[in-house]
């Protein structure tokens, strides 16, 4: 009964602790500082786009009007499935990002829990460790758009598992069918449904058994993301009338050995969008663990740790030779190779890791004395770690404006005003800032960040940006190679798209096609610094815009 008691009290303290990490989404709102990359300056806004389009529903083949000049296709965003695209149709911006953030940290606390609990960490004494290291794991920096994409993986690796071994259980089935409507398959779900299948071959082979139950979990989960990601698959299989920038990707020219220092680079420090933050405190108690368990001679007691280790290092040289130049003849060959992103099994990584980390606590805490003060002593750090590393403590000292300064809804009101017509009878682009900040303000852009759209625009806009990618072979390669960002590069930037209203920085030597925007339908230009040559490039200064909310100042350049 005691220890009953100790258990609940130890899983009150780990959720009171996950409800103060995200409590400042909720008590700041828009006053709140997230991550802008793949964020705020893409995927929050074409929530709102889709939204707003009037084509949320639309067929496939259709395209979404405001960006791009209406070249943006519908199928390369979100479907009406996904589940996180439902909380910004109910929520406004700032409040449904902040559920999502706590949906997607609740659900990966109790997954992380259960698998460590029932299929990892079995010694009933060592429940703390199940509990709060499904806390650090639930508190990990995760891509927010990704949702449940990395986090959720132990919570459907508890189903699969529990249906492995015959457990007979609604819930079980229920996960399987409602985390493909909140996560992501190409950015995380394919590569862990191709870790379930090993496990289903590994058993045929150890067994020499089908196990019916299992492989149809698998099948049924695989479906409904089919019919989740209905548009994706659609627009990647059976839309081939025009090629899509994807297809002029450019292919990697990584030597052995910078794929040999993307290995450890990636196993020691992680991925933006999948940041385990493992480098100071997981990484050295687990490495430490392998050690002592070979000094010690006990680590053939240790298959599961080895195994998870051995796996997690072999995702690290998987994603960095990916990108070795060695590669690309074959790529060459098979177009979905240029077009994939097949290195993306670093997804499954994070897990792993707290996995391991969980295995190496407990073998210290078995050891007892000095090795199990180790093992509590490492499981707080890290939780530290990753409450050092909460959004708000991280970006509001990295100078990163919050969600209100960086729309800066009231500024771009001011401008709408000032123009004074339907912004759908005109077109704009940005210089120095995001797209994102005037397609948020309902504005119609020429330019954008989108993953796929016709290469025939963007050979289009390339023309308005040419003389500018001719200054610098980085821009030159960045847009060309990979192209998702289609903004107005500017050379003396470079890729800095966050100028804000403390930036002293002139644009001295700005060479745009002015032309080849006018006949797009370009008429003004948002920019961040002012512009010295303007009139060489033709292009009248309006308007300064300064609200005291905004993180910019707007110079309203119009396309003479």
């Not at 703390?128 to 650090?136: D, G, N, S």
């Not at 920096?141 to 609604?170: D, E, H, V």
């Not at 040999?260 to 933050?277: A, P």
């Not at 644009?507 to 920019?527: C, H, P, R, V, W």
Request: positive net charge; glycine residues 6%; proline residues 4%.
């Amino acid at each position: 009964m005691k220890s009953w008691v100790l258990e609940r009290k130890q899983e009150c303290i780990a959720v009171l602790l996950l409800l103060v990490f995200v409590a400042p989404l909720f008590i700041l709102g828009g006053n709140s500082h997230i991550r802008i990359h793949d964020n705020l300056d893409s995927n929050m806004t074409w929530y709102r786009v889709l939204l707003n389009s009037g084509n949320y529903l639309a067929k496939t083949g259709t395209n979404i009007p405001q960006m791009l000049d209406g070249f943006a296709p519908r199928d390369a965003f979100d479907s009406q499935f996904v589940g996180i695209v439902w909380l910004y149709a109910i929520f406004p911006t700032p409040l449904a990002f902040a559920v999502s953030q706590l949906i997607t940290r609740v659900f990966a606390f109790i997954g992380m829990r259960l698998w460590l609990r029932d299929y990892v960490i079995k010694d009933p004494k060592q429940k703390y460790i199940t509990i709060f290291v499904a806390l650090a794991f639930a508190l990990t920096p995760f891509w927010p758009s990704g949702m449940l994409s990395t986090l959720g993986m132990p919570l459907a690796l508890w189903a699969f598992l529990n249906i492995r071994k015959g457990k007979k259980s609604i819930w079980n089935w229920l996960i399987l069918t409602l985390l493909p409507f909140y996560s992501s398959l190409i950015l995380g779900f394919c590569f862990f449904l191709f870790l379930v299948a090993c496990i289903w071959v590994y058993d045929i082979v150890k067994k020499r058994g089908w196990n019916w139950r299992f492989f149809g979990s698998m099948a049924y989960m695989s479906v409904l993301y089919c019919i989740v990601n209905y548009r994706f698959i659609s627009q990647m299989f059976f839309q081939s009338n025009e090629p899509d920038s994807r297809s002029a990707f450019s292919l990697p020219s990584n030597s052995f050995l910078d794929s040999i220092r993307l290995t450890f680079k990636n196993f020691t420090i992680g991925h933006t969008h999948d940041q385990s933050l493992a480098t100071y405190v997981v990484l050295p108690v687990i490495l430490l663990a392998l050690i002592v368990m070979l000094v010690k001679k006990d680590w053939r007691g240790q298959k599961l740790f080895l195994w998870l280790l051995a796996l997690n290092f072999a995702l690290s040289v998987w994603y960095a030779f990916w990108w070795w130049g060695a590669w690309n003849p074959v790529k060459e060959q098979i177009s979905i190779m240029r077009s994939f992103n097949f290195s993306r099994f670093h997804f499954l990584q994070p897990f792993i890791y707290y996995g391991l980390f969980a295995l190496a606590l407990v073998y210290f805490a078995k050891k007892g004395g000095g090795w199990k003060k180790l093992a509590i002593i490492g499981l707080v750090l890290q939780i530290g770690v990753t409450f050092a590393n909460n959004a708000e403590i991280l970006y509001r000292e990295a100078g990163t404006p919050s969600i209100n300064q960086f729309y800066a809804k009231d500024e771009f009101q001011q401008i709408k005003d000032y123009i004074g017509k339907p912004q759908k009878d005109y077109r704009v682009a940005s210089i120095g800032i995001h797209p994102s900040i005037s397609q948020e303000n309902g504005f119609y852009t020429l330019d954008g960040y989108v993953n796929s759209y016709p290469l025939s625009y963007k050979a289009k806009f390339r023309e308005i940006i040419a003389p500018e990618l001719a200054k610098s072979p980085t821009l030159r390669e960045y847009y060309d190679g990979w192209g998702n960002r289609v903004y107005i590069f500017v050379a003396e930037l470079g890729k800095n798209y966050l100028f804000d209203k403390n930036s002293t920085k002139h644009i001295k030597n700005l060479e745009l096609n002015t032309q080849a925007f006018k006949d797009m339908g370009g008429e003004y230009i948002f920019s961040a610094l002012p512009i010295d040559n303007a009139a060489a490039n033709h292009l009248h200064l309006e308007k300064v815009f300064d609200d005291k909310q905004a993180a910019w100042k707007i110079y309203l350049y119009k396309a003479e």
